[in-house]
């Protein structure tokens, strides 16, 4: 993984291939105009502040960071689902805005997204054989027995029986939508799956069960994926690298071992410290306060507020990634190693 200023180019050994990465986002910003109030006063909310970062093939990142950090924002426009208010958004090295519909198909075909919640992300009055077919007949040159078969073989990698088939939704359990769902996802043979907080409605046993059926089918299929998660332990279980958000910007990317067991930034050190699960470490680093409003965010590190490390200049100096090293980048200036 190498890094350039506020910004960690997440790559892992399967992306030293000679193709430009999948995905590349380049100091991307977006801006949301709210209403403030019932006279219709509007204020603007900065839920990107200019991030980077490239996903190729194969790799397997977990995406972390506080509700309203930006997260899904950052989804949304990597999925081509939003435009960023500054900034580029790249497919195969090609901003979207200059795809042409080949390009565009392609995009649709390698890169998929599965949705927090597996029963609205499905047609109610879809059953499940046409809900994994749709994305065969749009996205590939399948005829329908070939589909028919690809779709017995996808029920089959999720390890759902077929006698599912011809259910609707609402008669599948939680965890059998989502399977349905990641089915639908892995059709036209994807390169990436996007999942945002995916397992995070599912009780404890199907979150592992499908997490364990992700690890099998990246193993398998050779499958990438960025995964938004809170829990941290989910991460761990199924991501290679770690990118950390704090209020529309990375603060702290590397290695999972790395980033979730020896945390450069206070930030990752505290929201790991909320974690009860996860093995410490460190001497506890208190997550003090309420994240700030992404409507006026504090000048120069974004955390000082709420850091017990700050010193006079993080009030003044934005730190970027640049202030770490390069395989474990961190945007501080007085990071939990050199404290
Ligand atoms: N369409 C929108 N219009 C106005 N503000 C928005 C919009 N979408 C997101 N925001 C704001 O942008 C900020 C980031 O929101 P986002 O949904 O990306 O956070 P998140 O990290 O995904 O949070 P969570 O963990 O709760 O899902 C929040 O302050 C949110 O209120
Ligand atoms: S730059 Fe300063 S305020 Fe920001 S995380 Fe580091 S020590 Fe804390
Ligand atoms: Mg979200």
């Known amino acids: 993984m190498t890094s350039s200023p506020n910004a960690p180019i997440v790559s892992n050994a399967s992306s030293a291939v000679e193709q430009p990465p999948l995905l590349t ?12 109030n019932w006279f219709g006063a509007r204020r603007r909310v900065q839920a990107l502040r200019g991030v980077s970062l490239s996903l190729s093939s194969g790799d397997r990142v977990g995406l972390i960071g506080e509700s309203g950090s930006g997260k899904s924002t950052l989804v949304r426009l990597l999925l081509d689902l939003d435009t960023p208010t500054s900034g580029t958004i790249n497919f195969l090295g090609t901003p ?18 599965v949705f927090q919640d597996p029963l609205s992300s499905l047609n109610p009055r879809r059953r499940v054989r046409d809900a994994i077919e ?10 329908q027995h070939a589909r028919r078969e690809r779709v017995e073989e996808l029920l089959d990698l999720v390890r759902l029986p077929t006698t599912l088939l011809e259910r609707f939704p609402r008669e599948l359990s939680g965890g059998q939508a989502q399977r349905v769902a990641i089915a639908r996802a892995l ?10 907080e995916a397992v995070s409605s599912l009780d404890v046993c ?9 690890s099998t089918l990246a193993e398998q299929l050779g499958l990438g994926y960025l995964f938004v998660a809170h829990d941290l332990a989910v991460v761990e279980a199924t991501c290679d690298e ?66 017990s490390l700050a010193k006079e200049r993080c009030a003044n100096e934005l730190p970027t990634l640049n202030d770490g090293d390069a395989r474990h980048p961190c945007a501080c200036y007085y990071t939990l190693e050199s404290s």
């Open 25 to 36: 986002a380049r100091e991307v910003r977006r801006d949301f105009d709210q209403r403030s």
């Open 96 to 113: 979207y805005s200059e795809s042409d519909a080949k390009r565009r198909r392609e995009f649709r075909q390698r890169v998929q997204l």
């Open 134 to 143: 749709a994305p065969l007949e749009t996205l590939t040159d399948l005829d």
């Open 187 to 196: 059709a036209p043979k994807p390169d990436l799956l996007v999942l945002d």
């Open 206 to 214: 199907v979150q592992a069960e499908i997490l364990r059926l992700l």
């Open 242 to 307: 770690v990118l950390v958000m704090y209020l529309g910007r990375i603060v702290e990317s590397g290695p999972a071992g790395e980033v979730l067991h020896r945390p450069a930034h206070p930030y990752t050190k505290a929201l790991l410290d909320a974690m009860p699960s996860l093995e410490r470490i460190q001497k506890r680093v208190p997550l003090l306060g309420e994240p700030p409003s992404p409507v006026n965010p504090p000048t120069g590190c974004a955390f000082h507020p709420r850091c």
